[in-house]
């Protein structure tokens, strides 16, 4: 079985550009999910997908950060302008079941 | 103040010595997972508890939930540089089943 695919794993971008990551799920899993981990830190959950419907996105900051699910399987965060503070690695997970089991490697951003 | 805490923040054993982390939660814990990750990598799920007093082991790692739900152990027998990593404590604290992580134990096995 594939795992949860990401790309790009690295990307080092200034401070007010524009960013944006991609993610494949598993086969089938119906639950998507986004994480921030900033350094030394936990993963902080950014925003969640129930098929391509948004469960939860009350600690995506808005004003300049979007994700979409196209058709419910692939799913896109991006970051408008990025800030300094954004630097940290992106990580996508999927589910079958809401436990969330299956973690794609990340995508390590740097913010310069 | 976190809502999750971790303990030790790192902990360095000699090949072959047992461990324990710890997690410690304010709120009742509905179900709390550990998780494993290596540098640069994404998190491995190692085990899910729910029930107070369950206990589950994989391998030569042992994990269990106090019977007040409120604090986890994960123990390492006989540890090898391969359990070397971050471990992870998630927690699902009732809040729409989103799941809230402590901040990890980075351990470091000298062979």
């Known amino acids: 079985e594939a795992g949860v695919a990401q790309s790009p794993r690295y990307k080092i971008i200034e401070k007010r550009q524009s960013v944006a990551f991609w993610c494949n799920p598993i086969?089938?899993?119906?639950?998507l999910y986004w994480y921030q981990q900033i350094l030394g830190q936990g993963p902080k959950l950014l925003i969640q997908f129930q098929n391509n419907g948004v469960v939860d996105d009350s600690q995506l900051p808005k004003d300049r950060f979007s994700a979409e699910r196209l058709k419910g399987v692939d799913s896109t965060l991006k970051i408008q302008p990025a800030k300094l503070e954004d630097s940290a690695v992106y990580l996508c997970?999927?589910?079958?079941?809401?436990?969330?089991?299956?973690f794609g490697p990340g995508t390590r951003l740097t913010v310069l | 103040s976190q809502e999750l805490e971790q303990s030790p923040q790192s902990l360095i054993v000699q090949e072959g010595k047992n461990l324990t982390i710890n997690c410690t939660s304010s709120k009742t814990l509905y179900g709390l997972y550990w998780y494993k990750q290596k540098y640069g990598e994404g998190l491995i799920f190692l085990m899910m508890?729910?029930?107070?007093?369950e206990e589950k082991s994989h391998e030569k790692i042992t994990a269990k939930l106090d019977e007040k739900k409120q604090q986890s152990s994960l123990h390492i027998t006989a540890s090898q540089p391969s359990h070397a990593g971050i471990y992870l404590c998630g927690a699902d604290l009732g809040s729409a089943r989103q799941l809230t992580f402590g901040s990890g134990t980075q351990l470091t096995v000298l062979p």
């Open positions: 086969s089938g899993h119906a639950t």
């Open positions: 508890l729910q029930k107070g007093g």
């Open positions: 997970a999927s589910s079958l079941d809401q436990v969330v089991r299956f």
